[in-house]
T-cell receptor, first 112, second 111 residues
Framework: GDSVTQMEGPVTLSEEAFLTINCTYT??????LFWYVQYPGEGLQLLLKATKADDKGSNKGFEATYRKETTSFHLEKGSVQVSDSAVYFC???????????FGTGTRLKFLA | NAGVTQTPKFRVLKTGQSMTLLCAQD?????MYWYRQDPGMGLRLIHYSVGEGTTAKGEVPDGYNVSRLKKQNFLLGLESAAPSQTSVYFCASMGRASEAFFGQGTRLTVV
């Protein structure tokens, strides 16, 4: 069945560092791909999405490109801030099934 | 605009007790979902609904039941709670644009 694999966390960075969180997927058909963010004590909220191959989703300085050839959707940000501290989830919506499949989540933390 | 509202936010149950979690959305969405979130396991789909009066099983449906009698509400029931059901439960709804909107979560502890 469909699945999403994310890099295990936590990812610990200094402020203004470059962030990459890897996400790969397996799916039949052509899913839409998503990144959701969960701030402490809150529910998940959509960060960005891409609906077809080579699409780039972007929001709040975060970007991810839908790579069909490598079945990947890696999240990047050029300069992270302490306010970006959260758990990031990669997800797919399998080709119109409207059933989201989530990765295990990756926590972003900052060096004291 | 309230979005997705879950009640209660916290609950402690004894093993064998029953309870119902309520999810309400005011966005006229057709699709609604119940997930549980456990450390290291991401979100796992329990049950979902593609419209009023319909329900379907997700990945981990055992021990749970659901009902969608009204379009705006999706209820999750635990008939006989077990410690393995200690988790954070999230409800979500989705419209045709494929963006899911989540509630704030319900933290359930079964002792």
């Amino acid at each position: 069945g469909d699945s999403v694999t994310q890099m295990e966390g936590p990812v610990t960075l200094s402020e203004e560092a470059f962030l990459t969180i890897n996400c790969t997927y397996t799916a039949t058909g052509y899913p839409s791909l998503f990144w959701y963010v969960q701030y402490p004590g809150e529910g998940l909220q959509l960060l960005l999405k891409a609906t077809k191959a080579d699409d780039k989703g972007s929001n709040k300085g975060f970007e991810a490109t839908y790579r069909k050839e490598t079945t990947s959707f890696h999240l990047e940000k050029g300069s992270v801030q302490v306010s970006d501290s959260a758990v990031y989830f990669c997800a797919l919506d399998g080709a119109g099934t409207y059933k989201y499949i989530f990765g295990t989540g990756t926590r972003l933390k900052f060096l004291a | 605009n309230a979005g997705v509202t879950q009640t209660p936010k916290f609950r402690v149950l004894k093993t064998g007790q029953s309870m119902t979690l309520l999810c309400a959305q005011d966005m006229n969405h057709e699709y609604m979902y119940w997930y549980r979130q456990d450390p290291g396991m991401g979100l796992r789909l329990i049950h979902y609904s593609v419209g009023e009066g319909t329900t379907a099983k997700g990945e981990v449906p055992d021990g749970y039941n659901v009902s969608r009698l009204k379009k705006q509400n999706f209820l999750l029931g635990l008939e006989s709670a077990a410690p393995s059901q200690t988790s954070v439960y999230f409800c979500a709804s989705m419209g045709r644009a494929s963006e899911a909107f989540f509630g704030q979560g319900t933290r359930l502890t079964v002792v």
